[in-house]
């Protein structure tokens, strides 16, 4: 349909031509605009399929399914299964609260060994206790303001003022080789974190958290909040600048990138691009690397740069008689580190996805590599059962996945061959896009611990996303590094199942070591410490 074929049509018109229908009697005008109804019809259908409009994904995303799971009809559930249906439903015991305060509360009447008042023959010994619990509501940030008796002489005006409970950790940071002296936030360590942690890593702005203690009487401005979120963040920086080289030295190393808002950059205050324009576009780049001693890294950099100038400059500081490091991402050109020399893959996942979004628009040809990828994900899953070295499973995938992947290469090779699938369509595209990636794609049935897909870096962005869609944007890019800093520690700290509120105040109270060796300070040192 042309622009000169529109037409203004209102709703009555349409019940009389619904109307001329019913009876048999239809006019060449009436023609003319079921003509023009039916072209729009295609038009917007032709609109929802085609994923250049991008509308049939959101419009799923929207109002259909969240997960790309095929359909669970007609399937037997296996006995785990059914044995997880017995767990509990959400209730947790007393030793599930680890940071509970537990009060023992002896009985006022009774102690072990006397005589049963019941039955008075009997004796009484210890059983296990009854529980009773307490919920008590409070800001997140609590204060205790002590007030010191003062006495002054009428005579010589000599003051006297008792001392304060809190005297003796009024300096519990080692600031002796700072530069500065510490402010007097530093004794507030658990506070400090507390302020950093709900900014950055639960999405509270802090005009909320203002709010939040303002109206429960226990006021903490916005200014002040800033104060202590500094102190976690220059507690933290060096541990944060040694777990970039460190990230370096990995065996294994994840990327991926989601977009964030930066107000400056979004106000024309950005650095410039190559033609000289101010840049408005930042990202941030979640990366992991896994270590050969275990230990996992996740870092976040936000900036113009994308995930593979990131990983580049990351890998640049890498010792040269290590050997090559794989690199998993997406296969998008700009997650390539260029003449870095890496063991490419590509993720799995993303291939999937691209046929599951058409499969609506090309049951036939999606469902058939969406079920033949099923075979492989099911390998994967087995080999993680078995919990097989990285030899073995590289074996097992060779015996069980590589067979369908060859299997499935050649469908698509043919497809595209024979005409069956026109290489400019959507589904040819997506073909093409896995036969170009085809080595990347199945390395993990030839390399020793390649990994399958990237979802460990997918869900370490989705931090990164919760945070974006609470907390909506940051207002300078040096905000943004300071999130960079504590969002990388936290989420570090969470894989390596390390307390990150506690580890965010060890940090600080011991500042100025921190500076001098941060690689005693990462966060698997603390757990070893503790």
């Not at 008590?136 to 304060?164: D, E, M, V, W």
């Not at 058939?368 to 990828?373: D, N, P, R």
């Amino acid at each position: 349909m042309t622009k000169a074929d529109s037409i203004k049509i209102s709703a009555q018109q349409i019940k009389d031509i619904r109307g001329r229908l019913s009876n048999g009697e239809i006019s060449s005008e009436d023609i003319k605009v079921l003509l023009i109804i039916i072209d729009l019809f295609i038009g917007i259908r032709s609109a929802l399929e085609s994923k250049s409009t991008q509308l049939s994904k959101w419009l799923r995303r929207i109002f259909g399914l969240k997960t790309e799971k095929s359909s669970q009809k007609g399937r037997k559930k296996s006995p785990e299964s059914k044995d997880r249906s017995k767990l509990n439903k959400g209730r947790n015991g007393r030793n599930d609260f680890p940071g509970a305060n537990k009060v023992n509360v002896p009985h006022p009447n009774c102690k072990p060994g006397n005589q049963c008042p019941e039955c008075l023959s009997g004796k009484l010994r210890e059983a296990e206790p009854a529980v009773d619990y307490d919920w008590q509501g409070h800001t997140p940030i609590t204060l205790t303001i002590y007030l010191l008796q003062r006495l002054i002489c009428n005579t010589c005006k000599t003051s006297f003022t008792a001392p304060s409970p809190v005297a003796d950790t009024a300096h519990t940071v080692d600031d002796s080789a700072d530069e500065k002296p510490a402010s007097r936030c530093d004794r507030n360590a658990m506070a400090n974190a507390v302020v950093a942690i709900f900014r950055f890593w639960f999405g509270i702005a802090t005009y909320r958290l203002a709010k939040i203690q303002g109206s429960l009487g226990i006021g903490l401005p916005e200014g002040t909040q800033y104060k202590m979120i500094r102190q976690v963040y220059e507690a933290a920086y060096p541990v944060y600048e040694h777990l970039i080289y460190q990230a370096a030295q990995g065996s294994q190393i994840m990327a991926d990138d989601t977009s964030i808002k930066i107000y400056d950059w979004l106000s024309g205050r950005g650095p410039p691009t190559k033609n000289g324009t101010p840049r408005k576009k930042a990202v941030t780049s979640a990366i992991i690397s896994k270590s050969a001693e275990g230990h996992d890294i996740v870092l976040y950099l936000t900036g113009g740069n994308q995930a593979g100038s990131n990983v580049r400059k990351i890998l640049a500081n890498r010792k040269l008689d290590l050997p090559i490091p794989q690199y998993m991402c997406d296969g998008l050109a700009a997650n390539k580190v260029g003449d870095i020399t890496v063991i490419q893959l590509h993720c799995l996942d993303h291939a999937r996805r691209r046929f599951y979004e058409l499969a609506s628009v090309f049951p036939k040809e999606c469902d058939y590599v969406i079920g033949e990828l099923k075979k492989v994900y099911k390998a994967e899953s087995e080999a993680k059962i078995e919990n097989l070295s990285p030899s073995d499973r590289m074996k097992y995938h060779k015996e069980h996945s590589q067979p369908v992947m060859e299997s499935l290469g050649k469908w698509m090779y043919e497809q595209i061959e024979t005409g069956s699938v026109e290489e400019n369509s959507d589904l040819g595209r997506d073909i093409k896009y896995v036969l170009d990636r085809w080595t990347e794609l199945n390395e993990f049935c030839h390399i020793e611990g390649a990994a399958l897909s990237n979802s460990e870096c997918e869900r370490a962005i989705k931090s990164i996303i919760t945070h974006r869609k609470n907390s909506l944007a940051y207002k300078t890019l040096a905000g943004a590094h300071t999130g960079d800093v504590i969002q990388s520690m936290i989420a570090t700290c969470e894989r390596s199942k390390v307390n990150f509120f506690k580890y965010l105040e060890w940090l600080q109270m011991n500042k100025s070591q921190v500076a001098v060796a941060p690689e005693r300070f990462t966060p698997w040192a603390y757990a070893a410490s503790c």
